[in-house]
């Protein structure tokens, strides 16, 4: 079972120590980027007004992190957010972080939860971009009814989307 927390100061340590595994750091902490630069970031979602972030658990265990953001035009060109983003259109980050538990379902569960819920809240289209090289991520993404529709700005993702009717 999953279960969402919201991220606090607290969660510096963990977010830490998943940041700088390698199953995570490949693909969550930038190019010229510390994994203590990548909890920075992470952190700055605590009490942001378009934003939010969360320490998801599987069975009462903590399994990583996800992070959840309306798309808007003013989003820096290049970026997955900058992509033709209507009113209404979030995007959902995540990584599992406890390595033992990747291949169990879990992003593909997170990713479901996550965007049933915005749904219901009235979002329009819920959107992941993961590394077109992460397979794992693309089939999760997959798994949990979301569509590849082209490639990213930046050409290092491909957008993937979800939608109300799609999931009818």
């Known amino acids: ?3 969402f927390r919201p991220l606090t ?24 980027q510390t994994a203590e630069d990548a909890v920075e970031d992470a952190l700055a979602y605590i009490g942001a007004a378009n934003a939010t972030a969360w320490i998801f658990s599987w069975n009462g265990r903590p399994a990583g992190y996800t992070q959840c953001y309306e798309c808007h035009p ?15 259109t979030f995007l959902i980050d995540l990584f599992i972080g406890d390595a033992a ?4 379902g879990i992003g593909t569960q997170v990713l479901t939860q996550l965007s049933n819920g ?6 329009l289209c819920v959107r ?3 590394q077109t090289t992460n397979a794992a991520a ?6 949990a009814g979301f569509v590849p529709v082209g490639p990213t ?4 993702m491909v957008l993937m989307q979800r939608t109300p009717e799609l999931n009818a």
């Open 128 to 130: 992941v971009a993961p």
């Open 138 to 143: 693309r089939r999760a993404s997959e798994k």
């Open 74 to 88: 003013d989003h820096e060109p290049g970026t997955p957010c900058h992509a033709k983003s209507p009113k209404g």
């Open 1 to 3: 079972m999953i279960a």
């Open 9 to 32: 100061d607290n969660d510096a340590g963990l977010l830490l120590l998943w940041m700088s595994s390698p199953h995570v750091r490949q693909w969550w902490v930038n190019d010229g």
């Open 153 to 156: 700005p930046c050409g290092r």
């Open 101 to 104: 538990l990747l291949g169990e």
């Open 118 to 123: 915005m749904f219901k809240k009235g979002a």
